[in-house]
């Protein structure tokens, strides 16, 4: 007695005392607590009851207690649980669970954490058994211990099996039975049952017992009363049908009717919408039980697409646009009532990347050759500068070298699998070519469709039918600017590989004219007016091969005059643009590109070229709506099944697919290099459902799209529905149209990409991936892209493409024409073979670097030590934009702008512009045809089926091993989800920063020059944005090409540089897609920005002041800070939920936009090239 008096006068004191902090007095208490928990003294129910319910009063009032007792080190959960476990009092266990509630109703998803891993759900669990007992039980202990256990059972995996095992799991269910009309107590029992339903093995004990039947005694018509009964018992109904078992019962019980009649019922009723989240419920428990077939055709069967479709339309213009929810649909397991925001403990879970590596000795670059020095020798070969002592060259005379149609490159590595063939012979059976045809004009004498560029393969050509066509061939698409005489002329062109013919290819078109019997040439000396400031020059100067076609109002007697004047070629000059696109040269190159479909056509627009349009093309703005009315269209098909045509008009798997001949039919095509188009199903009158192909040998990477499209009316919106794509989102979202080329605006002198298209859109559709296909995961569905076009010309031949495209054979030609126009008393170029890939094409690898001074000693010596810069490109063949800006990058250092030579005699470049030659090629979107990723292929290439890794990383291991590391490795990639122009680097640090590793990382000492070039280019480049870069390395790129070079080799500046594949959101071209012009520039301003870093790196660095570095510090310090995670998270940018925010929302990092916004208007000039060593650094500090 006296202990017990003694220890309440203590707690009195200690109460009524103002001078005792609110934290004393609750450790106080849980003192005493856990001292009451250990002493059994007489009286201890009493002393529990009094202690525990001031510690109930101090939780209920003080927010502070609360953060108290969860704080990290403190045992005061564990101190309540305890006495949970061990009192028998019933008001000492009714105050603790009134405590623990109150712990866990704010910032609930750390504190419940808490609670469930001291043990509290197995010590409720048991608690719950043991009221259970009771007859009857205690109302308001089963109120409590359920609203606690609904708190934290999602907190809890395992919490199923645990209820399960404790036979805990029928008590709820009993309850609910037998207490219908006793809505408090149900209430939490339900919410619990949910919890319990999401363990499979739980939902079909509960169906067992009865439980789909209990939950449509509680659901019912539209009532005012018990909205929140009815909320829960349909979350609850929802996840106890996604078990088959229990679906099946509801079919067979009647119930997809019930759940119909319910829906509409509500919707009706519910004009205001205040009911949302119960109209939401019954379509879950609807899509729950279609998820079987059985579900489904008794939903069919109950009329319920036309039933939710009609539903669907009724007042629209009330809803939120575009509700499309693109989760997998994981509800969140707390009611809305519940759902509370989470305290600033717990907000940097949210930023957690569990990809970062977390592991400094897997981070710390560790040089290793990988392959003895003996079998790296073999890469001698390719570095002819490191022993070339010029000798025998003439370094004064400046007139450049002729044009010679074969290179003389070394001899390829030949790769066991890249076939058996020998390169001679393969010359040998080279094929011709032939106009590919096109569609009818407008005149009847020419209204067969012609051939088009075909390249008849000797094993292909079975009837001789090909050879036959010469005599049959019509016309291409006629054009007012044309003449009929040019229009038949262009009819004969003859690319047949004849001797005949042989004598005109180069840089004219031969044409063959109907009225003569000998061939004769067309000269045009009028240039095109469209010509890109960036160096894409197709139609410049007297270019003669397409001149004729830009020429306009030339009368017949001049063109034959002109045609009979004289054939000699002519010699294209150079200055600072860049090569002229060389049709013929194109044909030549198209031959000896080897494909596995065996193209025996060559598309237009890479015949003809492409110039970038001279006007700008804004990011399209998004109609409100566009994406509910398509998917609105879609259902419309399904439920008026009679309206929908439903005919293949295209199919790569039956080539004999017949299509009508009406005039109101597209016709489609993909059988060219880097086509994708496998087929076509004609749905309503204007609209089709296009299918692509996968990557060959894989069964996914459906993007990448190539096609050609013909047979068109004017003034009619065609709709196209690409319905198996695999992204979950896409920059068809936010602004950003496919591309068109369209062959009559070629021929009127305007050849180019035009981005076209409204009503665009990207979004989940109904049909379902098979498991092999989603890698294994079921139920994934396939998303669409969907827009609309309306086509300027009748009887036009267009082409389509997810992005500008860039072939094999187009980069054949472009390094020819470098070649061929260069200046060898100025420029060392070299072009190598470094191997051969699977399908036997060679893999280019291209040498530039400045030719020395002179012959003597010290020049020679100079040219020698120049450092190495190593550049790649289009290991992913979607990504074409990586191509287009090689191009800019090969056409900058091969210019005579003084610049470029600066850059020359700096540096020695190794650049493979393609990684990946068949999959570009063949029309693949990221594989090669191993089927494989080969930027995942980095960290052990098979020589035999990664041939091109291989030899990559073997060029860089050979200069490892020569003490000759590259100074900086760049990996060119386009990106489809993010904006702008990026880069990618690889840093200790800052992989570290974003960890919870900051103790190991405190005292790391990193040299922070990875960063220079990117701040650089974003000073420099207007498409560059330093707020998107990120340096982080994470476990799943740990085999990509960066992270290898990085981490293997020893290149402390190692990139990926990302060009996106929509546009800019910041800077000059804020706003605006992304054209070929503006990557070329970027290409450019890469070499700008490298010949930045040569003075930065320079040994005048070290004359420099000493603040340099740490101004660099100070720079990354404040530049690296969390603030959200687009910072570091390399997915994507882009919302989740795409109309519930502002599309100009999706820029980066506030701290950079100002920076970015100056950059824009930053052009770098000449002048501006010559900038001091510390001009230069000011400018990148400032």
Same mark, same amino acid.
């Given at each position: 007695?006296s ?8 707690s ?6 103002e ?5 004393s ?9 856990e001292?009451i ?5 007489l009286g ?5 009851r009094?202690v525990? =319910?001031k510690?109930?009063h101090?939780?209920q009032?003080?927010e502070?207690?609360?953060k ?6 403190s ?5 309540i649980?305890?006495t ?5 009092d019933?008001q000492?266990?009714l105050n603790i669970?009134n405590i623990l509630i109150e712990?866990?109703s ?8 808490v609670?469930?891993t001291k ?9 719950l058994l043991?009221a259970?007992?009771d ?6 202990l089963m109120?409590l211990?359920h609203?606690l256990?609904a708190?934290?059972g999602?907190?809890?995996?395992k919490?199923g099996?645990?209820? &399960?095992? /404790?036979g805990a ?25 949910r919890?319990?339903?999401t363990?499979?093995v739980?939902?079909?004990?509960l169906g067992?017992?009865g439980?789909v ?10 009532s005012k009363?018990n909205?929140s009964?009815i ?8 996840a106890?049908l ?8 509801a079919?067979?019980?009647g ?5 119909l ?6 919707h009706r009723h519910d004009?205001?919408?205040r009911?949302m989240l119960i ?5 879950q428990c609807?899509?729950?039980v ?6 489904r ?6 009329n319920?697409?036309k ?6 339309q ?12 693109e989760?997998?649909d994981n ?12 305290n600033? @403990?717990?907000?940097d879970?949210h930023f957690?990347n569990?990809d970062i590596?977390? @592991?400094?000795n897997k ?9 003895p ?5 073999m ?5 002819p ?10 370094l004064?005379s400046k #007139? ?8 003389n490159?070394?001899?390829?590595i ?6 058996e063939?020998h ?16 569609n009818?004009?407008l ?5 067969k469709?012609?051939?088009f560029l075909d390249?008849?393969k000797k ?14 061939r ?5 054009c ?16 047949q590989n004849?001797?005949?013919n042989d004598q005109?290819?180069?840089t004219e078109?031969?044409?063959k ?10 000269s045009?000396s009028?240039p095109?007016?469209h ?9 410049e100067?007297?270019?003669v091969?397409?001149?004729k ?6 009368d ?5 005059s &002109? ?8 010699m ?11 049709c013929?040269?194109?044909?030549e190159m198209v ?6 479909p065996?193209?025996s ?6 015949y003809f ?7 700008? #093309? ?16 879609d259902?419309?098909r ?7 045509i439903?005919?293949?008009v295209?199919d790569?798997d ?5 299509v009508?001949?009406e ?5 489609f095509?993909s ?6 188009l496998r087929?076509v199903?004609?749905i309503r009158?204007?609209?089709?459902d ?7 040998n ?6 990448w799209?190539?096609?050609e499209v013909s ?7 065609y709709?196209?529905?690409i319905?198996n794509?695999e992204?979950?989102n896409?920059q068809?979202?936010y ?5 068109m ?6 021929l009127?002198?305007?050849p180019?990409w ?5 009503d665009i ?6 049909? =379902?991936?098979?498991?092999i296909?989603a890698?294994g995961q079921?139920?994934?569905?396939y998303?669409t ?10 009887? @036009? ?16 030609m472009?390094l ?5 126009l260069h200046?060898?008393?100025q420029?060392?170029?070299r ?7 699977l399908a036997?094409n060679?893999c280019p ?11 003597y000693?010290e020049h ?5 030590n ?5 550049l ?8 074409? /934009?990586a191509?287009w ?9 091969m210019s005579?702008?003084p ?22 090629i ?6 090669s045809?191993?089927?494989e990723?080969?930027n &995942?292929?980095?960290q052990?290439?098979?020589? @035999?089926?990664h ?5 990559a ?10 003490k000759r590391?590259p100074?900086v490795y760049c990996?060119?990639h386009?990106h489809s989800?993010k904006?702008n ?8 640090k800052?992989?570290?920063w974003h960890?919870?590793?900051?103790a190991a990382?405190c ?6 020059g990875?960063?220079a070039l990117?701040?650089?280019?974003s000073q ?7 707020g998107s870069?990120s340096?982080v390395?994470?476990?799943s ?5 960066r992270?290898?070079?990085w981490?293997e ?16 959101d910041?800077?000059k071209?804020?706003g605006?897609?992304?054209g070929?012009r ?5 290409g ?16 005048l ?10 101004i660099?510090n100070?720079?990354i310090e404040s ?5 959200s995670?687009t910072t570091y998270?390399?997915d ?13 929302a ?13 950059a824009?208007?930053?052009e770098?000039t000449?002048?501006?090239?010559g900038l ?7 400018i990148?500090?400032s």
């Amino acid at each position: 007695e006296s202990k017990l008096m003694i220890a309440l006068d203590t707690s009195q004191s200690l109460f009524s005392s103002e001078c005792v902090s609110t934290g004393s007095r609750t450790m106080s208490l849980l003192s005493q607590l856990e001292k009451i928990n250990l002493d059994s003294v007489l009286g201890e129910a009493d002393n529990a009851r009094y202690v525990t =319910s001031k510690i109930l009063h101090l939780v209920q009032s003080q927010e502070k207690t609360k953060k108290e007792m969860t704080s990290k080190g403190s045992t005061g959960i564990e101190v309540i649980l305890s006495t949970l476990e061990n009192t028998k009092d019933p008001q000492t266990i009714l105050n603790i669970l009134n405590i623990l509630i109150e712990v866990v109703s704010v910032g609930g998803g750390r504190r419940a954490n808490v609670l469930v891993t001291k043990g509290g759900t197995q010590i409720l669990l048991q608690l719950l058994l043991t009221a259970s007992k009771d007859s009857p039980p205690n109302e308001e202990l089963m109120v409590l211990l359920h609203t606690l256990l609904a708190k934290i059972g999602p907190k809890d995996k395992k919490i199923g099996m645990k209820a &399960r095992i /404790n036979g805990a799991l029928n008590i709820s269910l009993n309850l609910v039975k037998q207490n219908l009309q006793n809505h408090r107590l149900i209430l939490p029992c339900l919410q619990v049952l949910r919890v319990y339903s999401t363990n499979s093995v739980n939902a079909v004990s509960l169906g067992k017992n009865g439980v789909v039947e209990l939950m449509f005694k509680i659901i019912g018509p539209f009532s005012k009363k018990n909205t929140s009964l009815i909320k829960v018992a349909l979350d609850t109904l929802a996840a106890l049908l996604k078990s088959k078992t229990n679906a099946r019962r509801a079919v067979d019980r009647g119930y997809v009717q019930v759940l119909l009649t319910i829906y509409v019922d509500w919707h009706r009723h519910d004009s205001r919408h205040r009911y949302m989240l119960i109209r939401k419920g019954v379509l879950q428990c609807i899509k729950s039980v279609t998820n079987i077939k059985l579900g489904r055709k008794a939903f069919i069967d109950a009329n319920g697409m036309k039933i939710l479709y009609n539903t669907s339309q009724v007042g629209l213009s009330q809803l939120v646009d575009d509700v499309v929810d693109e989760s997998d649909d994981n509800e969140d397991a707390e009611t809305e009532s519940e759902i509370e925001t989470e305290n600033d @403990d717990d907000k940097d879970q949210h930023f957690k990347n569990d990809d970062i590596e977390t @592991d400094i000795n897997k981070l710390k670059p560790r040089q290793e050759l990988g392959r003895p020095i003996e079998e790296l020798k073999m890469y001698e070969q390719f570095f002819p500068e490191l022993s070339e002592n010029f000798q025998e060259c003439d370094l004064v005379s400046k #007139e450049p070298k002729p044009f010679v149609s074969d290179a003389n490159l070394s001899g390829p590595i030949v790769v066991p699998t890249a076939g058996e063939e020998h390169s001679a012979e393969a010359n040998q059976s080279t094929k011709g070519v032939a106009l590919k045809e096109s569609n009818p004009v407008l005149t009847e004498e020419y209204n067969k469709r012609p051939a088009f560029l075909d390249l008849p393969k000797k094993d292909s050509i079975k009837d001789g039918s090909l050879h036959e066509q010469n005599d049959q061939r019509n016309l291409l698409p006629s054009c007012h600017c044309l003449s009929q005489e040019i229009v038949k002329g262009l009819d004969r062109i003859s690319l047949q590989n004849s001797a005949k013919n042989d004598q005109y290819y180069g840089t004219e078109c031969v044409i063959k004219k109907e009225s003569k019997t000998s061939l004769t040439t067309l000269s045009c000396s009028k240039p095109c007016e469209h010509v890109s400031p960036c160096g894409s020059s197709l139609f410049e100067g007297s270019s003669v091969h397409l001149g004729k076609l830009c020429c306009t109002g030339v009368d017949s007697e001049e063109e034959d005059s &002109r045609s009979s004047s004289s054939g000699e070629q002519v010699m294209l000059e150079v200055s600072d643009v860049s090569p002229i696109h060389d049709c013929d040269l194109y044909i030549e190159m198209v031959k000896t590109t080897k494909s596995i479909p065996e193209y025996s056509e060559v598309a237009y627009p890479d015949y003809f070229g492409h110039i970038p349009p001279p006007f700008k #093309e804004p990011i399209l703005e998004r109609p409100y709506g566009v994406q509910r009315t398509k998917i609105s269209q879609d259902i419309e098909r399904l439920i008026h099944q009679n309206d929908i045509i439903d005919r293949v008009v295209y199919d790569l798997d039956n080539l004999s697919c017949s299509v009508p001949e009406e005039a109101d039919v597209l016709k489609f095509n993909s059988k060219f290099e880097s086509g994708n188009l496998r087929k076509v199903i004609q749905i309503r009158k204007n609209e089709y459902d296009l299918i692509l192909n996968s990557d060959i040998n894989s069964n996914h990477y459906h993007q990448w799209f190539y096609f050609e499209v013909s047979g068109m009316k004017t003034g009619t919106g065609y709709r196209f529905n690409i319905i198996n794509c695999e992204k979950s989102n896409s920059q068809f979202n936010y602004g950003m149209q496919p591309l068109m080329y369209s062959v009559q605006e070629a021929l009127c002198s305007r050849p180019c990409w035009t981005r076209v298209g409204t009503d665009i859109c990207y979004y989940k559709n109904h049909f =379902s991936r098979s498991s092999i296909a989603a890698g294994g995961q079921k139920g994934k569905s396939y998303y669409t892209i969907t827009f609309t076009v309306t086509f300027q010309h009748k009887d @036009d031949v267009c082409y389509f493409a997810y992005h500008y495209p860039y072939t094999y054979s187009t980069l054949k030609m472009h390094l020819q024409k470098l070649e061929s126009l260069h200046n060898p008393q100025q420029i060392y170029f070299r072009q190598d073979v470094l191997c051969e890939t699977l399908a036997g094409n060679s893999c280019p690898l291209v040498t530039i670097t400045a030719m020395p001074e002179s012959n003597y000693c010290e020049h020679i010596c100079q040219f020698r030590n120049r450092p190495y810069v190593f550049l790649s490109a289009r290991v992913h063949p979607g990504e074409t /934009n990586a191509s287009w800006v090689m191009k800019g990058t090969l056409e900058y250092l091969m210019s005579n702008n003084p610049s470029a030579q600066c850059l020359r005699e700096s540096y020695i470049f190794k650049i493979i512009p393609m990684l990946n030659p068949d999959g570009v090629i063949n029309g693949n979107h990221r594989c090669s045809l191993s089927g494989e990723d080969l930027n &995942r292929q980095w960290q052990n290439p098979n020589p @035999d089926l990664h041939p091109t890794i291989y030899h990559a990383k073997g060029l860089l291991q050979y200069l490892a091993a020569i003490k000759r590391l590259p100074l900086v490795y760049c990996d060119y990639h386009g990106h489809s989800r993010k904006k702008n122009v990026f880069m990618y680097g690889c840093s200790i640090k800052e992989t570290m920063w974003h960890t919870n590793v900051n103790a190991a990382s405190c005292d790391l000492m990193e040299d922070p020059g990875y960063r220079a070039l990117p701040k650089i280019l974003s000073q420099t480049a207007p498409a560059f944005c330093m707020g998107s870069c990120s340096f982080v390395v994470e476990k799943s790129k740990e085999s990509t090409a960066r992270v290898v070079v990085w981490r293997e080799i020893g290149v402390q500046r190692s990139y990926t540089m990302e060009s996106t594949l929509c546009g800019c959101d910041q800077g000059k071209y804020k706003g605006l897609q992304i054209g070929t012009r503006e990557l070329e520039e970027m290409g450019a301003k890469f070499c700008i920005g490298l010949l930045r870093l040569k003075r930065m790196t320079s040994p005048l660095e070290y004359n420099l002041p000493s603040s340099l570095l740490d101004i660099e510090n100070e720079l990354i310090e404040s530049s690296c800070k969390v603030t959200s995670p687009t910072t570091y998270v390399l997915d994507e940018d882009e919302p989740r939920f795409l109309e519930e925010v502002d599309y100009s929302a999706e820029s980066n990092d506030d701290q950079d936009i100002e920076l970015a916004d100056n950059a824009g208007d930053y052009e770098a000039t000449n002048q501006e090239d010559g900038l001091s060593d510390s001009d230069s650094t000011r400018i990148l500090l400032s």
